[in-house]
């Protein structure tokens, strides 16, 4: 008889915090890969998890693996029942990138998070806790990926670093390069583990960052260990009706693909989208901006247009696309306001975001609202993601059915 995952968690006492979250990731990881060939990774510390939860909580029956499995996983988003291909979720937030491929027909073998809300609502959703801290995570630690996937935050690089050992005749790699970065830490794990395909997601001014510097450093180091790159900025407003471009950096293995891959970002879709389409039918009255705020907004926008820029709220169009919602939007919701009839305008709700970057209404959001609205302005426009992905993942199928053409996909 299987026991339902929602059982298991609440018997268990699931308690996300700090002190936690790295042992919920090896049994969760554990409980959602016994059976593919990746639980030795995560099973010796799952084990010792367990059976300190059992004494802790004083559970009668043996804490034993075999108590639990299998799983009915009870969770809005399951992964596949016969997935074809493995992917790793990093810096993964609360998963629009994980439920892209997901939906493309992949299974995520590992994911990382640091921060312990985003991991509430990452277990929320797929019934795994993502591990912690990706640069205290020893690379050879995560589980074989056929794609390596992650929306990395962007910080500057140090050029003069390098530039000084170029003077003093010493070598440097993408090590040296990178160094002190996050990217860095994508770096070393694709040169130990060596996916087939990688996809990145950043910030469109990523290209230009550093008089375009950062980014030369970023697709040099990636060509370096071996593979042939495609990137291009893309806006999300054809896919959901917000404008919000970001740059998309896909990999092929370069002694896999033989430079063959006939990949293509997906072509902008004519449709028409409006921000009415995601509006709730009703809405409280705490959504509504305070006269004080309201009055704020309105001579901050017009300090800063008598000065000639456009800096200042945005009263959106009901029937157009948004504005590019920022995690900072809980601060004012600013950027987009919905004009109301005989009201001070409203932000959207939390859901409203959540549908704003294509989650379905059966997301969870276990989070307070001020969270929530840091962790939609972070994540990605979901749609947009899996059109991107349904291109990559058909070219790693050819390259599946080329070599073995009497086995299965994955």
């Known amino acids: 008889m299987k026991r339902k995952y929602s059982e298991i968690r609440d018997k268990l006492n699931f308690v996300i915090d700090k002190k936690t979250t790295d042992d919920m990731a090896h049994l969760t990881h554990y409980f959602h890969n016994y059976k593919n060939g990746v639980s030795q990774y995560f099973e010796p510390i799952a084990r010792e998890y367990l ?153 469109k001014n990523l290209v230009s960052h550093d008089k375009k510097r950062t980014f030369k450093v970023i697709t040099e180091t990636l060509s370096e260990l071996g593979y042939s790159l495609h990137y291009k900025v893309l806006d999300a407003r054809y896919y959901v009706p917000q404008h919000r471009e970001r740059i998309i950096i896909v990999g092929f293995d370069r002694s896999i693909f033989k430079e063959k891959e006939n990949f293509k970002f997906p072509k902008p879709k004519k449709v028409d989208l409006s921000i009415r389409d995601i509006l709730e039918p009703k809405v409280d009255d705490k959504y509504t901006l305070s006269d004080k705020l309201w009055n704020y907004l309105q001579e901050y926008k017009k300090k800063h247009k008598a000065k000639g820029n456009g800096f200042g709220y945005g009263l959106t169009d009901l029937d157009g696309v948004s504005r590019t919602m920022s995690a900072r939007y809980y601060k004012d919701g600013a950027e987009i306001l919905i004009p109301q009839k005989g009201k001070n305008p409203r932000r959207l709700t939390p859901r409203e975001c959540a ?25 990605v426009a979901m749609p947009l993601i899996q059109a991107v992905g349904k291109n990559v993942v058909k070219e790693l199928k050819a390259i599946y059915e080329s070599d073995k053409p009497e086995t299965t996909f994955c």
């Open 355 to 379: 549908r704003l970057q294509g989650f379905p209404d059966s997301f969870v959001i276990p989070v307070s609202d001020n969270q929530a609205y840091r962790q939609f302005g972070n994540s």
């Open 51 to 203: 059976s300190e939860l059992h004494g802790t909580l004083n559970i009668v029956e043996e804490p034993s693996f075999q108590c639990y499995l299998p799983i009915e996983w009870d969770i809005p988003f399951p992964s596949p029942r016969y997935p074809k291909f493995k992917f790793v979720d990093l810096f993964a937030g609360i998963g629009g990138i994980r439920l892209a491929y997901q939906k493309n027909g992949g299974k995520c073998v590992f994911s990382s998070e640091w921060d312990s809300f985003a991991k509430k609502t990452y277990e929320a959703n797929y019934g795994e806790v993502p591990f912690g801290d990706i640069t205290k995570i020893p690379e050879n630690e995560i589980p074989d990926h056929d794609i390596l996937l992650g929306g990395f935050p962007c910080q500057p690089f140090s050029i003069a670093g390098v530039s000084k050992k170029n003077s003093l005749g010493r070598q440097h790699g993408f090590l040296d390069k990178t160094q002190g970065t996050l990217f860095f830490d994508i770096a070393r794990i694709i040169e130990h583990k060596r996916p087939k395909v990688f996809m990145l997601e950043n910030v």
